[in-house]
């Protein structure tokens, strides 16, 4: 199955792109970007028991169809379904055709699952509009060549071309020699539809000089003729994303993911997730072990869940003893927050309560109902947490007539420090800005990574988070209106967008908080 992947955005990839991945038992992509991809939360699980990159099968960029065919088919028992990601569309872009029909040759039938292309994805990123065109030519593909058969038959119009940083001289002789001028319009966009995008305008003759740091083997896009010289002010919508560019950490737990670094990317941030805490099972187990056979006996009216990692020890306990989502049958289940809430959906759970709009243990008390001995046959209630939840919940439930069964279902413990290169980023200012969600968090980042950099932004999820990064040195820019990741991201997009006006407004050259001088804060 070869399956074109797009352009690199995970945000492109298709239905069938992810079915046909999640499906697969074998899963061998062009490149490690890719495979970084396929790890994205579009694609979700995988059943694959390879998981590798052509570098890992020991087939080199220069290796021929059949050596490519060979390596993959090598790794598959009879039966086994090989997903063979390619970048943008695989018979378009990726020039694939030559490879699947080796695999014929070999014995294998294949099929295909079509891709973006980049042809048309990474012009409309740059804020080309291809229909203001005349007659417009794609030429495609890393492997193939402008032209063909040694001939100097540049077409008319305008170009646009995907092609290799290496092929370039060649295309710009060819086109010269073709009767093309010189001073034609060009358009060159390096690192297309990543937050690494970057577009020059240039014209043909100076094309060479536009692409001359660019590595070998990398991919760029051109366009040539009137379309590159086109206004581009109101269609630039990629590059002109409030967080274009900005590099963001965002401290985490270890096993658990976050909404937050999805809506980062949707205004154009890469995110690098930093695990501050470990999340493990408590040191004396028994009493987890009572309660979830007191749940599977029906001893409780109802659970209470106060995040996804309470979900999951629940989950993994109920798993040991061979038990799935039936074991909640006839139990009531309340959750804190949407993120809780999700967890449980995939287990395929739907709580009665959620705490939304104030998604604390606190906020679920507050819903939570009383007790009412002619309604209610059973007076308890089962609230798994974490060593260091506090005691709000519980109180409350009790104070609403409940008996609860308040117990340990997991420890938080401070994680490893990140990598080395993490951490010298963080003290050097590489990074644009931070965000804490939680006060432990910002706790256990200083403890393992150091304090941020003066020009990095900080923005905290709420006012105890706020007032802990002060307590350790650090000046807050961004506060959450509400206490949610995805409000995090929307706070720190708005930050961005007025700090970008202000740049514009005072005639200053717009950069990134990175980019400016390594002074401290005062």
């Given at each position: 199955?070869?399956?074109?992947?797009?352009?690199?955005?995970?945000?492109?990839?298709?239905?069938?792109?992810?079915?046909?991945?999640?499906?697969?038992?074998?899963?061998?992509?062009?490149?490690?970007?890719?495979?970084?991809?396929?790890?994205?939360?579009?694609?979700?699980?995988?059943?694959?028991?390879?998981?590798?990159?052509?570098?890992?099968?020991?087939?080199?960029?220069?290796?021929?169809?059949?050596?490519?065919?060979?390596?993959?088919?090598?790794?598959?028992?009879?039966?086994?379904?090989?997903?063979?990601?390619?970048?943008?569309?695989?018979?378009?872009?990726?020039?694939?055709?030559?490879?699947?029909?080796?695999?014929?040759?070999?014995?294998?039938?294949?099929?295909?699952?079509?891709?973006?292309?980049?042809?048309?994805?990474?012009?409309?990123?740059?804020?080309?509009?291809?229909?203001?065109?005349?007659?417009?030519?794609?030429?495609?593909?890393?492997?193939?060549?402008?032209?063909?058969?040694?001939?100097?038959?540049?077409?008319?119009?305008?170009?646009?071309?995907?092609?290799?940083?290496?092929?370039?001289?060649?295309?710009?002789?060819?086109?010269?020699?073709?009767?093309?001028?010189?001073?034609?319009?060009?358009?060159?966009?390096?690192?297309?539809?990543?937050?690494?995008?970057?577009?020059?305008?240039?014209?043909?003759?100076?094309?060479?000089?536009?692409?001359?740091?660019?590595?070998?083997?990398?991919?760029?896009?051109?366009?040539?003729?009137?379309?590159?010289?086109?206004?581009?002010?109101?269609?630039?919508?990629?590059?002109?994303?409030?967080?274009?560019?900005?590099?963001?950490?965002?401290?985490?737990?270890?096993d658990g993911g976050t909404p937050m670094t999805t809506r980062l990317r949707?205004?154009?941030?890469?995110?690098?997730?930093?695990?501050?805490?470990?999340?493990?099972?408590?040191?004396?187990?028994?009493?987890?072990?009572?309660?979830?056979?007191?749940?599977?006996?029906?001893?409780?009216?109802?659970?209470?869940?106060?995040?996804?990692?309470?979900?999951?020890?629940?989950?993994?306990?109920?798993?040991?003893?061979?038990?799935?989502?039936?074991?909640?049958?006839?139990?009531?289940?309340?959750?804190?927050?949407?993120?809780?809430?999700?967890?449980?959906?995939?287990?395929?759970?739907?709580?009665?309560?959620?705490?939304?709009?104030?998604?604390?243990?606190?906020?679920?008390?507050?819903?939570?109902?009383?007790?009412?001995?002619?309604?209610?046959?059973?007076?308890?209630?089962?609230?798994?947490?974490?060593?260091?939840?506090?005691?709000?919940?519980?109180?409350?439930?009790?104070?609403?007539?409940?008996?609860?069964?308040?117990?340990?279902?997991?420890?938080?413990?401070?994680?490893?420090?990140?990598?080395?290169?993490?951490?010298?980023?963080?003290?050097?200012?590489?990074?644009?800005?931070?965000?804490?969600?939680?006060?432990?968090?910002?706790?256990?980042?200083?403890?393992?990574?150091?304090?941020?950099?003066?020009?990095?932004?900080?923005?905290?999820?709420?006012?105890?988070?706020?007032?802990?990064?002060?307590?350790?040195?650090?000046?807050?820019?961004?506060?959450?209106?509400?206490?949610?990741?995805?409000?995090?991201?929307?706070?720190?997009?708005?930050?961005?967008?007025?700090?970008?006006?202000?740049?514009?407004?005072?005639?200053?050259?717009?950069?990134?908080?990175?980019?400016?001088?390594?002074?401290?804060?005062?």
């Amino acid at each position: 199955m070869f399956v074109g992947a797009g352009p690199g955005d995970p945000d492109l990839l298709t239905v069938a792109a992810c079915v046909q991945i999640q499906a697969a038992d074998i899963i061998v992509a062009d490149t490690k970007p890719l495979l970084d991809l396929i790890s994205s939360p579009p694609v979700g699980a995988l059943r694959a028991t390879l998981v590798a990159c052509l570098e890992d099968l020991g087939v080199g960029p220069q290796s021929t169809p059949e050596q490519r065919a060979a390596a993959v088919i090598a790794r598959a028992r009879d039966g086994e379904t090989i997903a063979r990601v390619v970048v943008g569309d695989p018979f378009l872009d990726a020039n694939a055709a030559p490879e699947a029909a080796a695999c014929v040759r070999m014995g294998c039938s294949f099929e295909v699952v079509p891709g973006v292309s980049l042809l048309t994805v990474v012009p409309e990123y740059a804020g080309v509009n291809l229909a203001a065109g005349g007659v417009v030519q794609f030429l495609a593909g890393p492997s193939s060549q402008p032209v063909r058969d040694g001939a100097p038959r540049i077409p008319e119009g305008d170009l646009v071309l995907a092609l290799r940083a290496e092929m370039v001289p060649d295309l710009v002789s060819r086109a010269l020699d073709a009767g093309r001028l010189r001073d034609e319009p060009a358009l060159v966009t390096l690192s297309g539809a990543s937050i690494s995008q970057h577009s020059i305008r240039t014209t043909l003759g100076q094309l060479v000089s536009s692409v001359s740091s660019v590595a070998p083997g990398a991919l760029v896009h051109v366009i040539v003729g009137p379309l590159a010289a086109q206004d581009r002010t109101d269609l630039d919508w990629f590059e002109s994303k409030p967080l274009f560019g900005w590099r963001v950490l965002v401290p985490r737990t270890k096993d658990g993911g976050t909404p937050m670094t999805t809506r980062l990317r949707t205004y154009g941030a890469a995110s690098q997730e930093v695990a501050t805490i470990s999340i493990e099972r408590p040191r004396t187990p028994h009493q987890m072990d009572r309660a979830i056979r007191g749940l599977v006996d029906g001893e409780f009216e109802w659970i209470a869940f106060t995040s996804p990692n309470s979900v999951r020890a629940v989950r993994e306990k109920i798993e040991e003893y061979g038990l799935d989502a039936r074991a909640f049958s006839g139990l009531k289940v309340a959750a804190v927050g949407g993120a809780t809430a999700d967890a449980l959906s995939a287990m395929g759970i739907e709580p009665d309560l959620v705490a939304v709009k104030d998604p604390s243990a606190a906020g679920l008390g507050k819903l939570f109902p009383e007790y009412d001995d002619h309604l209610d046959p059973i007076n308890r209630v089962f609230v798994p947490r974490a060593d260091i939840a506090t005691e709000a919940l519980t109180a409350e439930l009790v104070h609403r007539g409940w008996e609860v069964e308040d117990v340990t279902a997991y420890r938080t413990v401070r994680a490893a420090p990140p990598p080395a290169v993490i951490r010298e980023g963080i003290k050097a200012g590489a990074y644009d800005a931070v965000l804490f969600s939680s006060s432990s968090s910002v706790r256990n980042f200083v403890g393992i990574a150091g304090k941020p950099h003066s020009a990095t932004i900080v923005a905290a999820i709420g006012p105890a988070t706020a007032k802990e990064c002060e307590a350790h040195g650090l000046r807050v820019d961004v506060l959450a209106d509400a206490p949610t990741g995805a409000e995090l991201a929307d706070a720190l997009a708005r930050f961005a967008y007025t700090r970008r006006e202000s740049l514009v407004a005072a005639g200053q050259r717009v950069t990134r908080p990175s980019q400016r001088s390594r002074r401290r804060r005062v």
